[in-house]
């Protein structure tokens, strides 16, 4: 995904240093959220209780995350303000997991995890490439970053709604525990047609018509997945498809310039 902010928005090729910054980085951020998740769930799964029995490669991958992102950090030190906010938001997202009456407070605050993990994973993803090559944002990287948080959070929503009971059950408070099915449902639609709308509006700005019908297919495939979505929890279905469909405009796109 931030191959493409590089293909798309800068036109350069891509910085090694901030992917690999953002690869470990990545790895850390993840291991250590589900490290920290030792509640048992609702709904259990596969792949909850795979990791409730393997914590220990969750924290081995979360020193190792942190060790390569560490690493990279100091080739980029003169981007540390940019690179901040990133580290702070993704904290957030996993702040309410850790065992202090202090952070578990946050599980209260309404709206919370979906659209921190929105936020880190546009951020990252879109804005970051522009900030850390100093490039003057224009109208094309605002459409662009604006895009990628809707779709980004339509996803969310899907993952959110799989999740619900378990946040109830917890605590945890998010705008989809609160909204009906049919709000929810509607939230999701206002978000993939957002994405739409500021996607078509990219053509505007120089934007090949090749390129903006990739970035728009993995919204239709999310639209037409969603009913069977809300039906069905498969790890499969969330940790394969829906999660696939983020990096497969990235993918697509980049195989056309090969």
């Known amino acids: 995904m931030v191959i493409q902010t590089f293909q798309l928005v800068l036109h350069l090729a ?9 690869f470990f980085s990545t790895i850390c951020s993840y291991s250590f959220h589900w490290w920290l998740s030792s509640e048992p769930t609702v709904t259990p799964s596969p792949r909850t209780s795979w990791q409730l029995k393997h914590k220990h490669l969750h924290l081995a991958f979360f020193v190792f995350g942190l060790i390569g992102a560490g690493i990279f950090f100091l080739y980029l030190i003169e981007y540390w303000i940019w690179l901040l906010p990133a580290v702070f938001i993704t904290f957030l997202y996993s702040a309410p997991k850790i065992p202090d009456r ?3 407070a946050l599980r209260k605050v309404a709206i919370g995890k979906t659209v921190f993990l929105t936020l880190v994973w546009t951020y ?5 490439p522009l900030l850390v090559n100093e490039a003057r944002i224009e109208t094309e990287g605002y459409l662009f970053t604006v895009s990628r948080f809707f779709f980004i959070y339509a996803i969310c929503i899907l993952f959110d709604y ?3 009971e378990d946040d109830r059950a917890k605590g945890i408070r998010s705008l989809i525990t609160f909204l009906s099915e049919k709000g929810i449902r509607n939230l999701f639609v206002l978000s993939l047609a957002l994405f739409a709308i500021f996607t078509i509006a990219l053509w505007w700005y120089g934007l090949p018509v090749l390129d903006i019908i990739l970035i728009l297919l993995p919204g239709a495939i999310a639209a037409i997945a969603y009913p069977y979505a809300t039906r069905r929890f498969s790890d499969l279905l969330y940790y394969f498809v829906l999660d696939g469909l983020m990096a497969l405009s990235s993918l697509l796109t980049i195989m056309t310039r090969i």
């Open 14 to 22: 891509p910085d090694p240093y901030l992917l690999g910054f953002i």
């Open 102 to 104: 202090r952070f578990r």
């Open 124 to 128: 990252v993803t879109a804005l970051l």
């Open 162 to 164: 799989r999740d619900r």
